[in-house]
């Protein structure tokens, strides 16, 4: 059974870090692009970052640039979302999410065919 497993969420203050982790297991995600999406209350699913299934192609929404960091560790199957001066309006749950397909260079919410269960990430002010 493959099943995404995010870790790392919790309350920080404006302008504080967390760094999430997503661990998978039932397969082997290296050849499958990897990526995070959030939602906040009342707000559709976003995507965040996405990694490319060799890790040379990075991609952010505008929101996020500059201050998060998407990498992964194949060996251990994991993706880690590192999140820098974070705001209040980063609150939401966050996602983990691997591409259906094979050697994709990005991610966006039609081509995800596992998800993991969410962590919640709450910035105070």
């Known amino acids: 059974q493959v099943q995404l497993v995010e870790s790392g969420g919790g309350l920080v ?3 504080g870090s967390l760094r999430l982790s997503c661990a998978a297991s039932g397969r082997s995600f290296s050849n499958n692009a990897m990526g995070w999406f959030r939602q906040a209350p009342g707000k559709e699913r976003e995507f965040v970052a996405s990694m490319s299934w060799s890790g040379s192609t990075t991609r952010y ?3 996020v640039k500059g201050r998060f960091t998407i990498s992964r560790d194949k060996a251990k ?3 880690f979302l590192q999140m820098s001066n974070l705001k209040p309006e ?3 749950v ?3 999410a691997a591409d259906a397909n094979l050697w994709g260079l990005g991610l966006q919410l039609r081509d995800v065919g596992s998800w ?3 962590t919640q990430v709450t910035v105070s002010s």
């Open 61 to 63: 929404a505008e929101s």
């Open 94 to 96: 966050y996602y983990c």
């Open 13 to 15: 203050q404006a302008g």
């Open 77 to 79: 199957n994991t993706v």
């Open 90 to 92: 980063d609150t939401a």
């Open 116 to 118: 993991g269960q969410g």
